[in-house]
């Protein structure tokens, strides 16, 4: 029938709103005559230690039983195993963990964008969060020329085109480039969330690496998180203490 397969899903957090909206396309376009063939079109897609696991022991049960869920009730049933309880919460905890780090300025901003659509947080907030998050790098050109916005949508778009400018720079003068970052590693891929429906988890790789080497790799991305942190903390200090020195405040003056 050109049904679309609606892939395979792990039991991530971030792709379950994605991989469910598919999975009921599929079932309506496929139209199964049986509520075992609906189950079973649901359980097959689920992998990986936590839902492949819970997908096993639900088919042996409804088969030991021969009695399978209707369409209603298995709906509930995964969403209450594999959704996030609230999405606000979830989406607002991961505003305060992101971090540019070694990711392109148009991936982060994508990334930042979903999370804070689904945190559903006033512009103040995310602004915070994202300044935060941000390298220093950029937030400081954005201040020397003055492009910082009051709201989120233009400001993000003001992000992108400096950081993209850049980045560019950086790639014209060096044949090993990695903005910000200096890991020669890829940065983490993340899938929509929808962008990836919600993404996929904050810093998690699409490439498998060995154990060291993935324990190095979080070290690094963690430093590079840490320093450029500590670099916006100084720009923004400094800018402070220049606006006081000429605004007469204090240093002896």
Not at 2 to 24: A, L, N, T
Not at 77 to 100: G, H, S, T, V
Not at 138 to 146: D, W
């Amino acid at each position: 029938k050109g049904v679309s397969d609606p892939g395979k899903y792990d039991g991530s957090i971030s792709r379950f709103e994605e991989w469910w909206s598919k999975m009921k396309a599929y079932w309506q376009l496929a139209n199964f005559a049986t509520t075992s063939q609906d189950c079973l079109a649901v359980w097959t897609q689920l992998e990986g230690p936590v839902a492949g696991a819970y997908a096993r022991a639900r088919i042996d049960s409804c088969r030991a039983s021969t009695m399978y869920p209707d369409m209603v009730a298995l709906e509930a049933e995964i969403k209450a195993k594999f959704r996030p309880i609230n999405n606000k919460d979830w989406a607002k905890a991961q505003l305060q963990k992101i971090c540019q780090g070694s990711m392109h300025t148009e991936e982060f901003m994508a990334k930042f964008g979903v999370l804070a659509m689904l945190a559903g947080a006033s512009d103040d907030y995310t602004i915070f969060m994202l300044e935060q998050a941000m390298c220093p790098d950029i937030l400081q050109q954005i201040f020397i020329q003055g492009r910082r916005k009051a709201t989120l949508a233009k400001y993000i778009a003001e992000l992108r085109a400096v950081g993209g400018a850049l980045e560019a720079a950086h790639m014209h003068t060096s044949s090993r480039f990695m903005f910000p970052s200096s890991s020669s590693h890829p940065s983490p891929s993340v899938g929509t969330f929808g962008g990836s429906g919600i993404p996929m988890e904050i810093g998690a790789a699409s490439t498998s690496w060995p154990p060291n080497r993935l324990k190095l790799r979080k070290t690094l991305n963690y430093n590079s998180c840490r320093a450029c942190h500590l670099k916006m903390q100084a720009f923004f200090y400094n800018k402070q203490i220049n606006e006081m020195k000429a605004q007469g405040k204090g240093f002896g003056q």
